[in-house]
């Protein structure tokens, strides 16, 4: 985990790859194989073009080369748009991320001061999972959402799996300093990092 500059990934993307990291790192325990941490944390490269070739194909755009900047370039009129209607709230330190009327994604940072430096790519993330997640409801590949808000209850539950999770969760020496720390159940997927007992920063993506 990190806080690389640069265009943020969309959501969906993050958590498949999330899933992908954590799978790796289970199978490295189960059968007490070592490896190196550049290893560790990456994702299956086939896996992630094979999803960006999907998103080209749901927003009609095609890149020679598949690369996510080209399709990000195409978005920009819209992503503009929408980025203005979602400014730093105050005190913030993340944000809980509903779109089709479901909670997809919670992002935690350790201070006010770091999540106002990377809200813009935090919201960026999110408008790009919007605008992908509003092409597949288009050609009927996600369900219309039937609600315009959350429960009230959602936010709860996913925190309540987080909490389960816990107990199972897999520990590594983070690319940098501090630890890696990853969890999953079956609805939920997610990473910190920790360093000296503080979250620096916490990720948590629904499983769809």
Known sequence: MGFASGP???LGLRSMMNRQVHARARAMVEVCA???AESRYAADQDRVWDEVERKHERAGSSSRTGALHDLYAREAVDMAALLGAFPYPVDAVGAAIAIGGRLVALELYDAPATARKLWPRLIEGAVRAYLDHRRLAAVGGAP?????YL?????????????????DALESPAVGEGMDVRFRTDRITGAALVHDDRVVHAEVH???
Request: glycine share 6%; no cysteine; hydrophobic share 40%.
């Open 206 to 208: 629904r499983v769809v």
């Open 8 to 10: 943020k990934a969309d």
């Open 151 to 167: 429960d009230r209850d959602a936010l709860g539950r996913m925190l309540g799996r987080v909490k389960l999770a816990q107990a």
């Open 34 to 36: 070592p490896m190196p």
């Open 144 to 148: 219309a959402s039937k609600h315009r």
